[in-house]
């Protein structure tokens, strides 16, 4: 299915780029055609797939990687995960810490709207 898009967070001015089942070749064609960063040996590292799924953070550059995708609820499993780790960095960069009585129902809320944006393309593949 090899798909990369983004997903917006406007509630603070931030996208996420979303790789699912991509090369690391296609992935960073992707970035040197869509965005300013510079891929440097580093970089590929940085954004390669070990494993079934990694969230990165690299100053304003967030992504979402997933391997295979089928839709399985496993699959949507390692999605909540990796929206659990995007809302770690993207709050920790704006200085809000998690707290369950102060930020929890925000990170819920973010964790929410990045797994439905995700799932809403994904499942259009269908």
């Not at 440097?40 to 100053?59: K, Q």
């Not at 909540?80 to 929890?104: C, N, P, Q, T």
Request: proline letters at 0%; aromatic letters at 12%.
């Amino acid at each position: 299915m090899g798909k990369i898009f983004v997903i917006e967070h406007s509630a603070f001015d931030s996208q996420t780029t979303v790789a699912v089942d991509v090369s690391d070749k296609k992935l960073v064609k992707w970035i040197d055609d869509n965005t300013v960063l510079e891929v440097d040996d580093e970089m590929r590292d940085y954004i390669s797939l070990v494993g079934e799924a990694r969230t990165v953070l690299n100053g304003n550059f967030t992504m979402i990687r997933l391997g295979e995708w089928t839709g399985s609820n496993y699959n949507i499993a390692v999605l909540a995960h990796e929206a659990f780790h995007l809302a770690e960095f993207i709050f920790d960069r704006i200085g809000v810490k998690y707290d369950m009585e102060i930020s929890g129902e925000v990170f819920a809320y973010f964790i929410q709207s990045t797994v439905k944006q995700i799932l809403d393309v994904l499942e259009g593949d269908k």
